[in-house]
């Protein structure tokens, strides 16, 4: 007698419903719509800069030369300009500390090359070289001894107050040490090139370079190495990164080593060009948070963009507003940008 076992029916596979594909084809559109909001303001700046510069080309009643002249210079300009705002970008964006002492610190690293230059004799850009770690040193240093307590309390006028102390202590450190007279260190390259029409020198063309090379190092570090994976949690929400074991102070000082060390590459690629002051640095402060809110706070290329857009309008605007007149130019971008968005060109959207 044969048994048979009775089985429940076999039901069929669940198959994907279409409100599935909806919600995945939803979500690709939200995304791909975000990414295009995000890079609007970017792509339509640049448009109104090549706009600008081609109605200056057509209708603009200058020299082409001078035009193209203004050009090269500008964008020189405007490598030296961020490569003085991406320390300060860093330091703005993951510490929320306004550092007054950026141009002073500037002006140190300036001096610090000189000093190797001419009283050790050793070559301009391995001056720079060597000047880089003494000046991550001393921003971490500031920062360990000074700005570290009142930073992870939350005290948002102490930083302030100790940053322009640093300043001040700085700028008069070197009055009186070298006094007012305007020094100059001779340049490693001499010679320069043609660019269509225009001149470069290479010591600018080498400024340029070593902004472009430092925005690239420091956006890989941030994006790509466990480090600058702390930086980016400390600077989205440092409590949040404590809590899963991110030493806050630890980088906290690293963050404000990192941006010295940055101005210590733009005293040193800059120092052969320049008139050599005491208060020398103080000239590229205010461009500089410019740049850093313009471009987007803590965003390295941004900040990169940010100089090379403020650079343009200066020297272009100076062919029709020479002196300062340039600077109404760069403010009003400075106003239009932040009335259209708040952020800057590459910060994060709420």
Known sequence: MSHSTSQPPRQ???????????????????????????????????????????????????????????????LLLGGVYALVSIGLTLI???????????????????????VMVTSMGIPVYVATLI????????????????????????????????????????INGLLMIFGGRPKSVPGGVSGSITVFGAIASYERLIAFGGAAVVALVLTLALKKTSFGLSIRAVSANSQAASLVGVNVNRVYAMTFGIGAACVAVAGGLTVPFLSLTPTVGEQFTILAFVIVVLGGLGNVVGAMVGGLVIGLVQT???????????????????????????????????
């Open 92 to 114: 703005f964006g993951v510490l929320g500390v306004v550092n007054f002492a950026q141009g002073s610190m500037l002006t140190l690293s300036m001096f610090l090359v000189y």
């Open 12 to 74: 069929p596979p669940d198959e994907p419903t279409g409100e599935v594909v909806a919600d995945e084809s939803t979500s690709s559109a939200t995304t791909v719509l975000a990414r295009l909001r995000d890079w609007a303001m970017p792509l339509g700046l640049a448009g109104a800069v090549v706009l600008g510069l081609l109605l200056v080309y057509t209708v603009g009643g200058r020299d082409s030369g001078l035009i193209t002249q203004s050009i090269v210079t500008g």
């Open 131 to 170: 000047a880089i770690p003494i000046m991550f040193a001393f921003g971490a240093t500031i920062q360990t001894l000074f700005l570290n307590k009142l930073t992870t309390s939350g005290n948002h006028e102490g930083p302030l107050l100790i940053t322009l102390g640093v300043s001040l202590l700085i």
């Open 316 to 350: 272009v605007g100076a062919l029709y507003l020479p002196g300062t007149g340039s600077l109404i130019l760069v403010f009003g971008v400075f106003v239009l940008v932040l009335f259209f968005r708040p952020q800057g060109l590459f910060g994060a959207t709420s």
